[in-house]
């Protein structure tokens, strides 16, 4: 039966194992290198455990263009603008760059991070959602994706070398929980991960040790190692099933070779780079490695490659499922193209378990919360508002003020009989820290009973919230807020991205940056009055005057009046663009003052074009060294008619 190649776009989650059906991806390229298109399921070969199967479909599904070429210049504007939402329906690729920290020499870390902030700057693309993640910290794999380049050059920044890792000061890389098995399970959870998101999934590992030992790929025996071959069988399943290819990078650049004229590289054959072709020989993807010391050129190439593979469909054996007992064994799956000439990859087997399809949760259920809040989409259903911003107290105590302002038009109310306007529901918040790992966590009920120039006042402005939550270790940290309709069981989500600066450095910081609209005459600028909710929404009028507030910690003193020497200036962006530079002033202090509050007015003129704006505060310490006394802040806002 001759079957007829199809083409189609990147479903979800392609890969399928049931009784009834077994998907599975390849890749074929030509001599040299490039992606062939054209085939049909009479060109392919499927075999389980070596035995021929019936290949039903062929389907060649297009996951995007190949990555853009590198831009020699650099960005207009040095720092944090607001990154564009991408809604899941627009995702390209979601690519995963994992650092193997368990196994990294410290000279081969600056490299890396060299790699990841310029492809961060140059590479990524309308589309993308892309994570950085290291294997030596706890990895949450769902909630790190992102389009936004500030989280993203954070976490890039935050690789560093990891003292207890295989080539650290562990006496036992077990004991020091860096053996290759750790690496191998926080594999697995990165794809696990991944799996729930849209687009061409991939992961892209930086390694430089024996990530998988040699008992895992067939070449040995022993019981002691049987933990590290089921592991990595879990993780080509893993792989398989999530539709993910890996794609390995050898940190080390080129430390033992040198080039010949076609580009290979003599003498770079050890156990740590036949670990990584394996690795991404059993997931169909490309061992990158040995090349060049620039790691920008390998990642590049692992991007380029993605643009898209066959979907080839047949029906497995009975057999194939161990219904007696239970047990999942591993079949081997190969994948051979007849035409001559040309390669393929594809995932090398997967576990005997069936995939089942798992009844949708509840709306505005515990689980439906917590997945929006993890999910890089978030949910739409409530109209939610937020700002996040880092302040110090007294003590070196710092906290991160959220304040949350909900559509209550989005809302659910009961006109109770005593007249009022009723509603209820939950707001849950939540901060990953570095790497994923979750810093703190809230939940309050809210409940109101609103008059009816309450209700309007309601309906015009939304509700503002207010969480105070103290921060235990500077670093990264990415907050999010799920607001849940009791009666309706909808959800509406939020996030804020800010960074914690570290305060027992001897070197000037900025908090984070407050706008509001000017208070009357008398009154306080208490974020809390703000009703109108133009501090969390950050949503301002043309011809508004908008006032903003922030810290100025740690300045050096004066030792003779004991009073800091700080100037500040104001900058304005729109659509990437300076339009607008105040003049450097110095700012208003008293004596002795390590925490000095500052701020100013802001006039929007009448006639500024609506759109997304950024309110750049920079300041210069005059009394510090250059490398201690500078520092900045941005925050975004929208102006509207």
Known sequence: MLLVGARAQAPDAPFRVT????????????????????????????????????????????????????????????????????AREQVQRTIALVVDDLGLQYENVEPIRRALNKFIDEQIQPGDMVAILRTGNNIGAVQQFTSDKRKLH??????????????????????????????????????????QLPGHKSIVLFAETDVIPLVARGLSQGDATMAVQRATEQLIDMTSRASVAIYTIDARGMPHGLPEAGGAVVGLNDAAQ??????????????????????????????????????LAYTPDLSTFDQRTGRRFFHKLTVRVKRPGLSVRSHAGFL??????????APGSASTVLASLASPFGSPDIEVGMTSVFFSGDKEKSSVTTLVNINAGDLTFRDGADGLHETSGDIALIAFGDNG??????????????????????????????????VKKPGPYDVRVAVRDK???????????????????????????????????GQTADPGQDLRGGTALRIFHAGETVTYGYQVLNPKLDKATKRP??????????????????????????????RVLAGGNLKIGPDLPPGEYVLEVAANDLLAEAKNGTATQYIDFRVVP
């Open 154 to 195: 954070a976490a890039a920044d935050r690789v560093q070398w990891y003292w207890q890792s295989r080539t650290g000061f562990a006496i036992a890389g077990e004991a020091a929980g860096g053996s290759e098995l750790d690496t191998i399970r926080r594999l697995t959870f990165v794809a696990s991960g991944l799996r």
């Open 274 to 311: 036949e670990s990584m072709r394996y690795l991404s020989r059993s997931t169909g993807g490309l061992y990158l490695g040995g090349m060049t010391s620039d790691l920008s050129i390998p990642l590049g190439q692992a991007l380029a490659d993605q643009q898209g593979y066959y979907l």
């Open 352 to 361: 005997g378990r069936q995939d089942l399809e798992k009844p949708p949760a």
């Open 487 to 521: 009666a309706s069981g909808k959800v509406g989500t939020a996030g804020a991205f800010l960074e914690v600066p570290e305060l027992k450095k001897e070197r000037m910081v900025l908090s984070g940056i407050l706008l509001q609209t000017a208070m009357p005459a």
């Open 565 to 594: 020497n700080v100037e500040a200036r104001v900058r304005l962006y729109r659509d990437g663009k300076e339009f607008f530079a105040g003049k450097p002033a110095l700012v208003e202090v008293t004596p002795g003052a390590q």
């Open 437 to 470: 790992d979750i810093a703190g966590r809230t939940t309050v009920t809210f409940h109101a009973r609103l008059n009816e120039p309450q209700y309007k006042h309601a309906l015009s402005n939304g509700f503002l919230h207010i969480f105070q939550s103290p």
């Open 19 to 86: 009784v009834n059906l077994v998907q599975v991806d390849a890749v074929v390229t030509d001599s040299r290198g490039e992606q062939v298109t054209d085939l049909n399921g009479a060109d392919f070969e499927v075999l389980q455990d070596g035995k021929p199967q019936r290949v039903t479909r062929c389907t060649y599904i297009v996951t995007g263009r190949p990555a853009a070429p590198a831009r020699s210049a650099p960005p207009l504007v040095q720092g944090p603008l607001p990154p564009v939402r991408v």
